[in-house]
C-alpha cells in the first residue's frame, strides 16, 4: 500500500507518494505552461503556491512515435504543451542531503519525456541513496524552431530552468545542490555538452551515446527548416503560427518540403535540436566545446553498434563507420579532452548484445543504467537476453554510475581506458 509523503518547498507543499520504500512526487511544475503567447519564448517562473498533489504522473511534451520503436518498443502516455513538469525520487524528503542526479532524456529533441517507466528512478535511488530528477522540456518544433529576431534554443532554456528550480529546491527532498550530475542519453546528452558552452550550473555530467559527430545546425540551416515548416502549416509569421494546433505542428514534420530542406544538409542530423544561432549558443560550436570539456568531471559511454537501431541501418560496414564518425569518435575524443584539461574522465563501450539484427545498438544502456528492465518487457534489442546476466550487468552499471554520481571513481580505470560492459 502506498503512503503519503510530503516535502515542503518555499513556494508550497508537495504531496507525493511512497511506494516502495522510495517517495516519488509527479509532475511538479519548474515552470510555467508554455503556451499561448508563451509559446516560442523562454521558459517563465512556475507560479503555484499553497499545496501541490504530485501523486499522479503528468504528461508528456506533444510529440510523434519515436523512430527507434521497433527497437526499443513503444510506450503510451498523455501529451500536452502544458508539460514542463519534473519528477522526483527520493530516500526520504529528509535532510540528509544526498547526491542528485538530473535525467535528459533522449529521443532526438522529438520525442520521449523524463519519467516514462523506461527511466524509472526508484532502482537508482534505492540502489545509490540518491536523490533521482526527471525532467520533460518542449520538443520539435515547439521546443527547437528557430526564426529570426527570435529566441533560439527554448527547450535548451527549459533543461537550464529545471536546473536552477532543482538548485533552488532539492534540498526539501533531501538533495545536496551542491552534488548535482547531469545525465543524459542521445539528445540529453547532446544538450548536457551545449550548456556546458554557456554559463553550466553543473561541473559533474555523465554523456550517454551524444551524436557530437553530426554537428551542430547554423542559424541559416535552422531558418530554412523552420520556414518550411511555416509553410507546410499554411503561414507565413510566428504570430500565425501561435494559433496553429499542435496537431498540425507535428503533421508538418513529415511534409515533404520539410524533409526537403532537412535533406538538403546532408549532416544526418535530427529535424530538430539545438542551433549555433550566436546568442543562446556560440557560432562557432566545434571551438566552444573543446573548451567546454573542461567544465566537468565526465562519465562517457557509447554502444559497439549504435546505428542498428535506426530505421534503414544495420550492423554492416557502412552502418559502423556512421556510428564510429557520429557516436563513438566523439565520446573518446570527449573523455580525452576533459581528461587533457585536467577533469576526472572514465570512458565506457555497451557491448550487450541480444540479438544479431540490433547487436549493442542505440539504447541498449538504458535499461542496465536505471535498472529498469521489467519496463522493457517485448523490447525487440533485449529479445532472448539471459534474465540472470542481464541483472548482474545492470547491477555492475549500477555500481559504477552510481560511484561517479557519488563523486568517486568506477571500478575501472580512467580514459582513455575504455570499459567494456557486456553480459557474461
Same mark, same amino acid.
Given at each position: %500500500?502506498?503512503?503519503?509523503?510530503?516535502?515542503?518547498?518555499?513556494?508550497?507543499?508537495?504531496?507525493?507518494?511512497?511506494?516502495?520504500?522510495?517517495?516519488?512526487?509527479?509532475?511538479?511544475?519548474?515552470?510555467?505552461?508554455?503556451?499561448?503567447?508563451?509559446?516560442?519564448?523562454?521558459?517563465?517562473?512556475?507560479?503555484?503556491?499553497?499545496?501541490?498533489?504530485?501523486?499522479?504522473?503528468?504528461?508528456?511534451?506533444?510529440? %510523434?512515435?519515436?523512430?527507434?520503436?521497433?527497437? %526499443?518498443?513503444?510506450?503510451?502516455?498523455?501529451?500536452?504543451?502544458?508539460?514542463?513538469?519534473?519528477?522526483?525520487?527520493?530516500?526520504?524528503?529528509?535532510?540528509?542531503?544526498?547526491?542528485?542526479?538530473?535525467?535528459?532524456? /533522449?529521443?532526438?529533441?522529438?520525442? /520521449?519525456?523524463?519519467?516514462?517507466?523506461?527511466?524509472?528512478?526508484?532502482?537508482?535511488?534505492?540502489?545509490?541513496?540518491?536523490?533521482?530528477?526527471?525532467?520533460?522540456?518542449?520538443?520539435?518544433?515547439?521546443?527547437?524552431?528557430?526564426?529570426?529576431?527570435?529566441?533560439?534554443?527554448?527547450?535548451?532554456?527549459?533543461?537550464?530552468?529545471?536546473?536552477?528550480?532543482?538548485?533552488?529546491?532539492?534540498?526539501?527532498?533531501?538533495?545536496?545542490?551542491?552534488?548535482?550530475?547531469?545525465?543524459?542519453?542521445?539528445? #540529453?546528452?547532446?544538450?548536457?555538452?551545449?550548456?556546458?558552452?554557456?554559463?553550466?550550473?553543473?561541473?559533474?555530467?555523465?554523456?550517454?551515446?551524444?551524436?557530437?559527430?553530426?554537428?551542430?545546425?547554423?542559424?541559416?540551416?535552422?531558418?530554412?527548416?523552420?520556414?518550411?515548416? %511555416?509553410?507546410?502549416?499554411?503561414?507565413?509569421?510566428?504570430?500565425?503560427?501561435?494559433?496553429?494546433?499542435?496537431?498540425?505542428?507535428?503533421?508538418?514534420?513529415?511534409?515533404? /518540403?520539410?524533409?526537403?530542406?532537412?535533406?538538403?544538409?546532408?549532416?544526418?542530423?535530427?529535424?530538430?535540436?539545438?542551433?549555433?544561432?550566436?546568442?543562446?549558443?556560440?557560432?562557432?560550436?566545434?571551438?566552444?566545446?573543446?573548451?567546454?570539456?573542461?567544465?566537468?568531471?565526465?562519465?562517457?559511454?557509447?554502444?559497439?553498434?549504435?546505428?542498428?537501431?535506426?530505421?534503414?541501418?544495420?550492423?554492416?560496414?557502412?552502418?559502423?563507420?556512421?556510428?564510429?564518425?557520429?557516436? #563513438?569518435?566523439?565520446?573518446?575524443?570527449?573523455?580525452?579532452?576533459?581528461?587533457?584539461?585536467?577533469?576526472?574522465?572514465?570512458?565506457?563501450?555497451?557491448?550487450?548484445?541480444?540479438?544479431?539484427?540490433?547487436?549493442?545498438?542505440?539504447?541498449?544502456?538504458?535499461?542496465?543504467?536505471?535498472?529498469?528492465?521489467?519496463?522493457?518487457? /517485448?523490447?525487440?534489442?533485449?529479445?532472448?537476453?539471459?534474465?540472470?546476466?542481464?541483472?548482474?550487468?545492470?547491477?555492475?552499471?549500477?555500481?559504477?554510475?552510481?560511484?561517479?554520481?557519488?563523486?568517486?571513481?568506477?571500478?575501472?580505470?580512467?580514459?582513455?581506458?575504455?570499459?567494456?560492459?557486456?553480459?557474461?
Amino acid at each position: %500500500m502506498n503512503e503519503s509523503c510530503t516535502a515542503r518547498l518555499k513556494a508550497g507543499t508537495v504531496n507525493g507518494q511512497r511506494r516502495g520504500g522510495v517517495c516519488r512526487f509527479d509532475a511538479i511544475p519548474y515552470a510555467a505552461p508554455p503556451v499561448g503567447p508563451l509559446r516560442w519564448a523562454p521558459p517563465q517562473p512556475a507560479a503555484w503556491q499553497g499545496t501541490l498533489d504530485a501523486t499522479r504522473p503528468g504528461p508528456v511534451a506533444p510529440q %510523434m512515435p519515436s523512430r527507434l520503436r521497433e527497437a %526499443m518498443g513503444d510506450f503510451d502516455a498523455a501529451q500536452s504543451e502544458d508539460c514542463l513538469h519534473l519528477t522526483v525520487w527520493a530516500p526520504a524528503p529528509d535532510g540528509a542531503r544526498r547526491p542528485v542526479v538530473v535525467w535528459l532524456h /533522449g529521443g532526438a529533441w522529438q520525442s /520521449g519525456g523524463g519519467a516514462l517507466p523506461w527511466y524509472d528512478g526508484a532502482p537508482l535511488a534505492t540502489a545509490g541513496d540518491v536523490v533521482v530528477v526527471g525532467v520533460n522540456y518542449r520538443l520539435a518544433a515547439l521546443g527547437w524552431l528557430c526564426l529570426p529576431g527570435r529566441t533560439a534554443n527554448v527547450g535548451l532554456l527549459d533543461q537550464e530552468a529545471a536546473l536552477d528550480w532543482v538548485i533552488a529546491n532539492i534540498d526539501a527532498f533531501g538533495g545536496d545542490p551542491a552534488r548535482i550530475t547531469v545525465m543524459g542519453q542521445s539528445a #540529453g546528452a547532446s544538450s548536457i555538452c551545449a550548456m556546458l558552452t554557456r554559463a553550466p550550473r553543473f561541473d559533474r555530467a555523465i554523456l550517454q551515446s551524444a551524436a557530437l559527430g553530426r554537428g551542430f545546425r547554423g542559424a541559416d540551416q535552422a531558418e530554412a527548416i523552420a520556414h518550411a515548416i %511555416m509553410r507546410a502549416c499554411g503561414v507565413s509569421d510566428l504570430d500565425a503560427l501561435r494559433d496553429v494546433p499542435v496537431a498540425a505542428l507535428l503533421h508538418a514534420q513529415q511534409d515533404a /518540403g520539410v524533409l526537403a530542406a532537412l535533406d538538403a544538409e546532408g549532416a544526418h542530423r535530427s529535424l530538430f535540436g539545438p542551433v549555433a544561432d550566436g546568442a543562446v549558443l556560440p557560432q562557432d560550436m566545434h571551438a566552444a566545446l573543446d573548451a567546454a570539456a573542461g567544465l566537468a568531471d565526465v562519465l562517457v559511454s557509447y554502444t559497439r553498434d549504435e546505428m542498428a537501431a535506426f530505421p534503414g541501418m544495420g550492423r554492416d560496414g557502412p552502418g559502423q563507420a556512421l556510428g564510429e564518425s557520429i557516436f #563513438g569518435a566523439p565520446a573518446r575524443a570527449w573523455a580525452a579532452n576533459a581528461a587533457r584539461l585536467g577533469r576526472q574522465a572514465w570512458l565506457a563501450r555497451f557491448d550487450v548484445a541480444p540479438t544479431e539484427r540490433f547487436g549493442a545498438c542505440h539504447c541498449i544502456d538504458l535499461p542496465f543504467v536505471f535498472g529498469t528492465l521489467p519496463a522493457y518487457t /517485448g523490447a525487440p534489442m533485449l529479445a532472448g537476453l539471459d534474465p540472470r546476466e542481464a541483472r548482474a550487468l545492470a547491477d555492475r552499471t549500477q555500481r559504477a554510475w552510481l560511484a561517479f554520481i557519488r563523486g568517486e571513481a568506477p571500478d575501472w580505470p580512467a580514459a582513455p581506458h575504455q570499459q567494456l560492459l557486456a553480459a557474461h
